[in-house]
């Protein structure tokens, strides 16, 4: 229903003359937006709120006197309004020295700020590394304080994609959680397929002993990186337990594990590592083993992470996964649910590319 000019009741056209508010010192309001810009209140109101019921006249008259009067909406106000806050969690279930110390973790956060503050959303970053931060993080996402979660939670006893199936908010997972998917929103990289292609360009090369030096067993990227490794050697159990090692995705853990696999397959002359950061140290494993890389020993990394893979000595081959598509792509699905659109749950996957340096 609606007043007689056609204005939805609840929104009243008031005419309301004020004082210049650049003048008198008080804080701009959405009258003094009215009273500059020369509309009423109410179609001050429907411009801030993006409504299309607007002339472009009245838009760009609104839009000029909130430039000149630098005015702020009131958020909780508008909040009660739209039922929106314009701000969305970003959720780290990691130790937080590895999100620290892990340029990977950082890519994806800052990539994470960049997407969402295009969309003038703000990100609320909550870091779970226990029990107790998985309590105040369930209690602030059931708060109403943000408008949906974008979620980063690999490990397999992570109780936060069973808490978010409980949540009243949208939420859109990295990657591939443990538990049942049914009813989630993932966007993923095809890890499988970037182990497989790793392994066959090492064999391509003529390399006939290739090892592997593999992610943490209770990340089911990790595993599906290992098994894209198996598939193109046709690893055995036996085979699997001789040729590979764990890193737990650190560079001291893959230079460990280099050291591990030089001591058990002295006549290794190729390795699959499953991240950028573990390759670092395998290299340098490498080198003080007196090994050539690529010459002895042939290096394949994971991730092509722009501040490792062309740096290191010698300039790591390496499958790329675009970690800023993958952050960009969570954001789109996540606003899409946030607007209410009719979107079905799924696991998004994108693809991989080897990319040739010369380490392999």
């Known amino acids: ?20 508010p650049t003048q ?16 009423s209140r109410a179609t001050a109101s429907r411009v801030l709120n993006g409504s299309p019921r607007v002339s472009e006249e009245a838009r760009d008259a609104v839009e000029a006197a909130v430039r000149e009067l630098r005015y702020q909406p009131n958020q909780a106000a508008r909040t009660l309004v739209t039922r929106r806050t314009d701000a969305v969690a970003v959720v780290v279930s990691e130790p937080e020295p590895r999100i620290f110390d892990d340029p990977h973790f950082a890519r994806v956060i800052r990539t994470a700020a960049r997407a969402l503050a295009e969309i003038d959303a703000q990100m609320v970053l909550l870091l779970v590394s226990s029990p107790e931060d998985q309590v105040r993080a369930r209690r602030f996402l059931s708060g109403g304080h943000v408008d949906g979660a974008l979620a980063f939670a690999p490990h397999k006893d992570d109780a936060l994609p069973s808490v978010v199936r409980r949540l009243p908010l949208p939420v859109v997972f990295a990657g591939r959680p443990w538990g049942q998917l049914r009813g989630l929103h993932l966007v993923d990289n095809d890890n499988h397929g970037g182990g497989l292609a790793a392994t066959r360009h090492l064999l391509g090369l003529g390399r006939r002993r290739v090892a592997s030096i593999t992610g943490p067993a209770d990340q089911l990227a990790a595993i599906d990186r290992l098994a894209g490794w198996r598939e193109a050697v046709d690893a055995d159990a036996a085979s699997t337990a001789l040729l590979t090692e764990n890193g737990e995705f650190t560079r001291e853990g893959g230079e460990r594990a280099m050291r591990a696999l030089l001591a058990r397959v002295p006549d290794l002359d190729g390795v699959f590592v499953a991240n950028d950061l573990m390759a670092v140290g395998a290299l340098a494993a490498l080198r003080r083993a007196g090994r050539r890389v690529p010459e002895d020993v042939a290096v394949v990394g ?9 740096t290191t000595d010698p300039p790591l081959t390496t499958v790329r996964q675009d970690a800023a598509e993958q952050v960009r792509r969570m954001v789109d699905h996540l606003m899409r649910l946030v607007r209410g659109d009719q979107v079905r749950p799924r696991r998004e996957v994108l693809p991989v590319t080897l990319v040739r340096r010369a380490s392999a």
Do not use: K, Q
Not at 1 to 20: C, I, N, Q, R
Not at 24 to 39: I, M
Not at 302 to 310: N, T, V
């Open 302 to 310: 994971f991730d092509d992470h722009p501040l490792i893979a062309p």
């Open 24 to 39: 008198s010192g008080h804080r701009p309001t959405l009258e003094d937006v009215a009273a500059r810009a020369g509309v």
């Open 1 to 20: 229903m609606s007043t007689d000019d056609g204005v939805p009741f609840g929104e009243v056209e008031e005419w309301l003359p004020v004082a210049d």
